[in-house]
């Protein structure tokens, strides 16, 4: 293998063992959260990343010097650069999916000569085990690497009709049309999406998945935030997401009418959190901040939880 093949790489953990893995190729690395806040169609345009800084700088605080190094001035440098081959490596769940979609979209349009491969993991390797690429060792690289999967000209062209409905209002269309059609080379994207679907305001509390997950935590067992959005982080429940725990101190930080902390620091669900995770009387709108899903808001569906169906607000 040569240099002509340009591996996009789905985080910096995953790209440190690739480099150890003694695998020849540029790499490029994902750096981005396009599962949350707005999003644009046209990757790399002017109001793509405009949108996406003033997203970063509200959620977590960052710097546009620092948002445009790690993410922008990244994918820059490999502009103007032909490659024989392009290979993605991403997992399973929805924030690496969502982000698969975008990668995919661009690249398609940058290195249209190239020919496209994809390295999913999941459960592909240990038969019922999910595993993310940083769960593999170095030397698992090269073994990965053979079971890429080729990428034709329709695969492509659909990735692109996902991202697009995506960053469209409305996000039934995913479920009604395009995520019907899905190729086999994609074999976690429809069970990503299902996840994507428990973000929306549940009919039963008005609260999506993860909020109502946190307050029943606190319900149970005495949590502080962080041993908290520890435990989210290794229920078997929420694996699907793909987070990290600074999208789950955010979810928290939007429950705060919902509980209140001791001086000790241990999370207390009030008696209002008691009656919106009960069902007796649902959270309402101003209880809580909007999310925003490409250009999707969080209430503008209502996830019905028996039916497993969005249904427009």
């Not at 990757?43 to 993410?71: H, M, P, V």
């Not at 000209?153 to 049309?177: G, I, K, N, T």
């Not at 080379?185 to 069970?191: A, D, M, P, S, W």
């Not at 973000?199 to 041993?227: A, Y």
Request: hydrophobic share 35%.
């Amino acid at each position: 293998m040569s240099n002509s093949v340009l591996h996009v790489m789905n985080g910096d953990a995953s790209t440190h063992l690739f480099h150890q893995s003694g695998l020849l190729g540029d790499c490029m690395v994902w750096r981005e959260m396009l599962c949350e806040g707005p999003t644009h169609t046209e990757i790399d345009s002017e109001k793509f990343w405009k949108g996406r800084l003033g997203f970063f700088q509200n959620f977590c605080q960052i710097n546009e010097k620092e948002y445009r190094a790690k993410t922008e001035q990244e994918i820059n440098r490999f502009k103007g650069k032909s490659y024989d081959e392009v290979v993605f490596w991403f997992e399973y769940d929805l924030f690496c999916q969502v982000n698969l979609l975008a990668a995919i979209t661009y690249l398609h349009k940058e290195q249209s000569q190239a020919k496209f491969h994809l390295v999913c993991t999941g459960d592909e390797i240990e038969k019922g085990l999910y595993k993310g690429l940083g769960e593999f060792c170095p030397q698992d690289y090269p073994q990965l690497l053979k079971t890429r999967i080729a990428l034709n000209e329709s695969s492509l062209h659909f990735a692109r009709s996902v991202w697009e409905a995506y960053c469209s209002e409305d996000h039934s269309q995913l479920y009604e049309q395009v995520l019907l059609e899905t190729p086999r080379e994609f074999k976690y994207l429809q069970l990503a999406f299902e996840w994507h679907k428990k973000r929306f305001l549940s009919d039963q509390t008005g609260l999506n998945f993860i909020e109502e997950r946190m307050l029943k935590k606190m319900s149970q067992s005495p949590h502080d935030s962080k041993s908290l959005v520890a435990s989210i982080l290794k229920e078997r429940l929420c694996w699907g997401f793909g987070f990290g725990d600074l999208q789950y101190f955010v979810y928290l930080e939007n429950l705060q009418n919902f509980y209140k902390a001791s001086e000790e620091g241990v999370l207390l669900i009030n008696k209002r959190g008691l009656e919106v995770l009960s069902g007796k009387n649902k959270c309402r709108s101003e209880e809580r901040s909007n999310y925003k899903y490409g250009n999707c808001y969080s209430n503008s569906y209502t996830y019905f939880v028996k039916e497993n169906k969005l249904v427009k607000a």
